[in-house]
């Protein structure tokens, strides 16, 4: 038989892939998931017995977790990466991750041929095939849901008609989970104007005191919670746990796809949303007056690089290497304190901190230079201006 590796997450769309390529098609499938967050073990093993049910002969589940975190997840947090200023890449950012360890798996079992779920209409063909073809293009790509143009509801009558029992109402939503943030897709985000209903996140608010939490960051990565040391992806998974009681980081993210067209989706990203803004104030304490101005501009490139499935682009290294070395006094903590919906960043504490008193307090004192020390830099500064208006003044 003819096999293929399947991008399987367990949702609808990979399970009419496997359905319909098992039986219709005449593949022996094999059904791989990439565990980049989110997923317990049962849920992980209720995923591959789902898989099985549906028509795979095999199921894989590959733990990329600590991959995902040192090769994309630790950059996003250096460049403080917000896509419009308000999508942390929660999914693009994963996808890059999945599709490498895919393609990869599909060459060591000699599959001939590649399937993944995604739709014409959405970013994620564009990021798995980039890379498919990039690494391991002899590897032929199966798109079942693009090629046939199938709306949710067809997908949803054809597994019935096969007797495949899933949560159908559950269905409805397109929910991708990851340790970056959860994404979330329906009817609404096809619209411009409706809101995604409370139920449609996967974390519902339960706590309602506020609560301070402490952040520790050692040359930019989140290195203990409340003092307590853990790796940073494990920190992240704690912080998240903590924070999506909270109801914390839900928002609709509105952008412009690769392919051309505006796309919405919600998420939720407690963690996520959480980490870049404690480490962007420790870095507004700790880097100077250019570092924060041009990796600005570099983590808007990056972020957009990565969106659009350029990861594996050269000029990714480059971006990472200045990341890397722009987080050398980035160390200290972070107090957050935690409400529903929402969250306070109260203050930091650094070795680093350029906030030294021993040159004056703003707006104060001044310790370090006189007031005619001030006056003549004043004077100097404005230069520039004078000149201006003076060669200009008549025009």
């Given at each position: 038989?003819?096999?293929?590796?399947?991008?399987?997450?367990?949702?609808?769309?990979?399970?009419?892939?496997?359905?319909?390529?098992?039986?219709?098609?005449?593949?022996?499938?094999?059904?791989?998931?990439?565990?980049?967050?989110?997923?317990?073990?049962?849920?992980?093993?209720?995923?591959?017995?789902?898989?099985?049910?549906?028509?795979?002969?095999?199921?894989?589940?590959?733990?990329?977790?600590?991959?995902?975190?040192?090769?994309?997840?630790?950059?996003?947090?250096?460049?403080?990466?917000?896509?419009?200023?308000?999508?942390?890449?929660?999914?693009?950012?994963?996808?890059?991750?999945?599709?490498?360890?895919?393609?990869?798996?599909?060459?060591?079992?000699?599959?001939?041929?590649?399937?993944?779920?995604?739709?014409?209409?959405?970013?994620?063909?564009?990021?798995?095939?980039?890379?498919?073809?990039?690494?391991?293009?002899?590897?032929?790509?199966?798109?079942?849901?693009?090629?046939?143009?199938?709306?949710?509801?067809?997908?949803?009558?054809?597994?019935?008609?096969?007797?495949?029992?899933?949560?159908?109402?559950?269905?409805?939503?397109?929910?991708?989970?990851?340790?970056?943030?959860?994404?979330?897709?329906?009817?609404?985000?096809?619209?411009?104007?409706?809101?995604l209903p409370e139920e449609a996140y996967p974390s519902q608010l339960k706590d309602k005191e506020p609560k301070q939490v402490k952040l520790s960051f050692t040359k930019g990565e989140l290195t203990a919670i409340n003092g307590e040391e853990n790796s940073p992806e494990k920190n992240i998974e704690i912080l998240e746990g903590?924070?999506?009681?909270?109801?914390?980081?839900?928002?609709?993210?509105?952008?412009?796809?690769?392919?051309?067209?505006?796309?919405?989706?919600?998420?939720?990203?407690?963690?996520?949303?959480?980490?870049?803004?404690?480490?962007?104030?420790?870095?507004?304490?700790?880097?100077?007056?250019?570092?924060?101005?041009?990796?600005?501009?570099?983590?808007?490139?990056?972020?957009?690089?990565?969106?659009?499935?350029?990861?594996?682009?050269?000029?990714?290294?480059?971006?990472?290497?200045?990341?890397?070395?722009?987080?050398?006094?980035?160390?200290?903590?972070?107090?957050?304190?935690?409400?529903?919906?929402?969250?306070?960043?109260?203050?930091?504490?650094?070795?680093?901190?350029?906030?030294?008193?021993?040159?004056?307090?703003?707006?104060?004192?001044?310790?370090?230079?006189?007031?005619?020390?001030?006056?003549?830099?004043?004077?100097?500064?404005?230069?520039?201006?004078?000149?201006?208006?003076?060669?200009?003044?008549?025009?």
């Open positions: 038989m003819k096999k293929v590796v399947i991008a399987y997450s367990g949702g609808l769309d990979t399970s009419y892939c496997a359905k319909y390529l098992s039986e219709e098609e005449g593949f022996e499938v094999h059904a791989v998931s990439v565990n980049t967050g989110g997923f317990s073990e049962e849920e992980i093993k209720k995923i591959g017995d789902n898989a099985q049910k549906i028509g795979a002969s095999s199921y894989k589940n590959i733990d990329a977790i600590s991959s995902f975190y040192q090769k994309v997840v630790k950059y996003l947090i250096f460049g403080n990466v917000l896509k419009n200023d308000t999508y942390p890449l929660s999914v693009s950012a994963e996808r890059i991750i999945q599709a490498i360890e895919i393609v990869n798996y599909a060459k060591k079992v000699g599959a001939k041929y590649i399937a993944h779920g995604s739709t014409g209409a959405g970013n994620d063909q564009v990021r798995f095939d980039m890379i498919f073809q990039i690494i391991a293009p002899d590897i032929k790509i199966i798109t079942p849901i693009r090629d046939k143009q199938l709306s949710r509801q067809e997908e949803i009558e054809y597994l019935k008609s096969k007797g495949v029992e899933m949560n159908w109402e559950k269905a409805k939503y397109s929910v991708n989970k990851g340790l970056w943030g959860t994404s979330v897709g329906g009817a609404e985000t096809l619209t411009s104007e409706k809101a903590i924070a999506s009681k909270y109801a914390i980081g839900r928002d609709i993210h509105v952008g412009d796809t690769i392919i051309g067209i505006k796309g919405r989706v919600g998420f939720e990203a407690a963690a996520a949303l959480i980490t870049i803004k404690a480490h962007h104030l420790l870095e507004k304490h700790t880097l100077s007056k250019w570092q924060l101005q041009h990796k600005d501009y570099t983590s808007n490139w990056y972020g957009m690089h990565l969106h659009e499935g350029l990861y594996l682009d050269p000029v990714m290294r480059d971006f990472e290497a200045q990341f890397e070395s722009s987080q050398a006094k980035v160390t200290g903590d972070v107090f957050v304190t935690l409400h529903p919906y929402r969250f306070t960043l109260d203050g930091i504490k650094s070795p680093n901190d350029l906030m030294n008193s021993s040159f004056g307090n703003y707006g104060e004192e001044n310790k370090a230079w006189t007031a005619d020390d001030a006056k003549g830099f004043i004077k100097i500064l404005s230069n520039s201006g004078k000149i201006y208006q003076h060669v200009n003044q008549d025009s």
